[in-house]
């Protein structure tokens, strides 16, 4: 159970799920951009595929997203089948980025923190 939080939420919220059973949480510290969590997340869980513990598969997908170019980060939405309209969308917005490396600053990645398994 992947559970994305905010920081008021941070103590209660995730130790509810650790205590009903749930062998993992993934929180975050504060909030995010919709772009940088959404595919944080895609990439959370095509790392899960490889058999990984979850802090291993967030740990991953941090680093990821924060060293990924552009034009690498295109190629893997396309990869996705997001339809054109999303691809446009992502387009436009990585446009916005002057960087190379759009998501390298620790506010698009950092807040996230594994609990559990």
């Not at 905010?6 to 009903?20: R, T």
């Not at 969308?89 to 398994?117: N, R």
């Amino acid at each position: 159970m992947f559970v994305t939080t905010n920081s008021d939420e941070y103590i209660g919220l995730p130790s509810g799920f650790l205590v009903a059973g749930s062998p993992s949480v993934v929180s975050s510290l504060w909030r995010l951009t919709d772009l940088s969590s959404a595919f944080l997340m895609i990439k959370l869980y095509e790392n899960l595929q490889n058999q990984i513990s979850v802090p291993t598969a967030l740990n991953q997908a941090q680093i990821w997203l924060r060293n990924v170019s552009k034009g690498e980060f295109l190629h893997w939405t396309n990869r996705l089948n997001l339809g054109n309209n999303w691809i446009e969308e992502i387009q436009a917005k990585l446009d916005s980025f002057l960087d190379d490396t759009p998501f390298a600053h620790p506010v698009y990645w950092a807040a996230f923190c594994a609990i559990g398994q």
